[in-house]
């Protein structure tokens, strides 16, 4: 590492954290026996898990170093074996290729030429999951369970109770009425194949794209059923078919502008467990027979938002918008659908080939015909959808 220069990793936070372990022993020698850890995490999202814990000198070298300028590694401040250490964590890059270290420097460069938010990009890469089964969890925890949930939590904080000063008129609900009472999250798919035809049209009112403008080459404007922030429309359908007539099972995008189905593999031995992944091992939605990964392209938006406070934020609002245009489309339908924000986001990225810091698995939705009992609760007080539970 003669003459090679350094600098600072583009977007880096600095946490410090407390790990907190029980031992027997702590409690026999009077304390409350638990051991306490003091350290510190650095979180940077060109790194695979957005974050990797670091030593407390470390912290205090990076907080030296210029993540723009490029100086000879001698004058960092650190000794060889320092530098080498945060350039093995990806922290410092270097300006060369060093064996085994390329990736960082690379995804390094993505990072600053994606124009992101730096904190927006640090949570949406921090906060991805892989191999969470949240229905598991929730089991072991006891919070699957309304009981459960307050024997473990507690009372929820009570609100201000506030009187009202006007009230509104209510009318006789209309057809768009009852299908706003009649959207339930379906948690009780049958195992139907869903038809053709009824999946085309899903796809068609909640993805596809109306209308095309296109005021300067590469600058593309859709119309869609759903808003979208500056009207980039960043959020693509990326689907898992599971049993769609006429459709292979597998793993698809699709195709706004062409109404179409690309297809990228996937075979229907293990389109169950790609539900389970996708779903986090909510099985109550895994057998929907389709089901939809919402993924943003960052770039499409960050071209235009660049290093903007709100760009991730309206992104994630978009999918909000899409998914409720599924949900009222499926219902409209006859149908069930569902949203859910508990997703693998890491399997289903490796599933559909997707690069986390130019692509977003924002939340994954499906939708298909409802079984034709409730086995798993569904809120529909009302019975709007189910048969009133007392009758
Ligand atoms: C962003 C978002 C995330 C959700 N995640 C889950 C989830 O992980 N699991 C689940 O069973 N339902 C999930 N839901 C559905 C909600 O539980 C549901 O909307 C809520 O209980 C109200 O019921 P309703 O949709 O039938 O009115 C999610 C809904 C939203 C909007």
């Not at 859709?222 to 693509?236: I, M």
């Not at 006429?246 to 389109?271: F, N």
Request: hydrophobic residues 45%.
């Amino acid at each position: 590492m003669k003459l090679v220069e350094v600098r600072r990793c583009a977007v880096l936070f600095l946490e410090p954290t407390e790990n907190i372990r029980f031992s027997l022993g702590a409690v026999l020698s009077g304390g409350d026996g638990l051991l306490r850890h003091s350290g510190w995490q650095a979180i940077a999202p060109h790194l695979e898990d957005g974050c990797v814990e670091i030593e407390e000198w470390m912290a205090v070298l990076l907080g030296r170093l210029s993540p723009s300028r490029w100086i000879p590694w001698q004058e960092s401040g650190g000794s060889y074996e320092e530098v080498l250490a945060l350039i093995q964590k990806g922290l410092i890059v270097a300006a060369v290729d060093l064996p085994g270290m390329e990736h960082f420097r690379r995804s390094d460069e993505r990072v600053r030429a994606a124009d992101w938010w730096p904190l927006a990009a640090a949570c949406a890469i921090r906060g991805r999951w892989s191999d969470v089964d949240s229905a598991a969890d929730m089991e072991r925890n006891g919070t699957n369970t309304v009981a459960g949930l307050l024997k473990t939590l507690g009372n929820p904080m009570p609100e201000q109770v506030i009187e009202p000063d006007l009230y509104l008129s209510r009318v006789e609900p209309d057809v768009f009425d009852h299908l706003l009472r009649r959207r339930v999250t379906c948690r009780n798919f049958s195992g139907q194949q869903l038809e053709t035809a009824t999946f085309a049209r899903m796809m068609e009112r909640v993805f596809a794209a109306t209308h095309v403008e296109e005021p300067a080459p590469g600058l593309r404007f859709l119309k869609r059923s759903s808003p979208s922030g500056g009207g980039f429309h960043a959020t693509d359908a990326y689907i898992l078919v599971q049993r769609v007539d006429g459709v292979a099972p597998g793993l698809y995008r699709y195709l706004p502008e062409s109404h179409a189905l690309s297809r990228i593999g996937g075979e229907q031995s293990e389109t169950q467990q790609l539900a389970m992944q996708m779903v986090a091992g909510q099985h109550w939605f895994a057998n929907a027979p389709v089901i939809v990964a919402l993924v943003a392209t960052y770039r499409r938006s960050f071209w235009k938002y660049r290093n903007h406070s709100k760009a991730h934020r309206a992104l994630i609002l978009d999918g909000g918008h899409l998914s409720q245009t599924l949900y009222l489309s499926a219902t409209d339908l006859g149908m069930g659908a569902f949203v859910t924000a508990a997703i693998n986001e890491k399997q289903i990225e490796t599933m559909f080939s997707l690069d986390p810091l130019e692509k977003g698995v924002i939340a994954v939705c499906g939708f298909g015909h409802r079984a034709d009992a409730m086995a798993i609760t569904e809120f529909d007080p009302g019975g709007a959808v189910w048969p009133a539970m007392d009758g």
